[in-house]
């Protein structure tokens, strides 16, 4: 069994089997893994906003789905995985308050997953499982070995994706 590797909000980070990664709480946010299913080398970022061109100080690059899954996307192929077999799993993207106005901001979790969808497509990842919206919040833990994306939510089984 290897290190758990814990990331934090509008953070990333890269690893190999038989190390294993996680991110706690995500809400509106999403957790992007990307992987080598060949390498089993992954990555994980915890997204916060869903486009960094929106925002002046923008220079946390994991906190937007923009530029970090970008980021991500280049640290797995630095640390060895191979471009042309990159998977993708997402989870999060929930909407934590009910809204009535219809104000498109208060939207976060939706465009969230969209914007983290839109980086995977321009890169050309296909994304393997998602599990976004509703009303909960998620912790999500990766295994790299087996490609399992474990979701556990308050007063839910976990399982896996």
Partial sequence: ???????????????????SITTLGLGSCIGCVIYDPTTKICGMVHVMLPDST??????????FADTGVKELHRLV???GANKAKLVSKIAGGAQMFPFK??????RVGE?????VLK?????????LA????????????FYPE????????VGKTPYAV
């Fill in 130 to 141: 998602q599990e976004t919206g509703g009303s909960v919040g998620r912790t999500i833990e």
């Fill in 119 to 127: 980086a995977l497509k321009e890169l050309g990842i296909p994304v």
């Fill in 146 to 153: 087996d490609g399992r994306l474990l979701i556990k939510s």
């Fill in 54 to 63: 929106k925002i002046r100080n923008n220079e946390t690059i994991a906190k």
């Fill in 101 to 106: 106005d219809g104000n498109d901001m208060l």
């Fill in 77 to 79: 192929i630095k640390a």
């Fill in 1 to 19: 069994m290897g290190i758990m590797h814990k990331i934090g909000m509008a953070e990333l980070d890269v690893c190999k089997a038989p190390d």
């Fill in 111 to 115: 465009r969230n997953s969209e914007g």
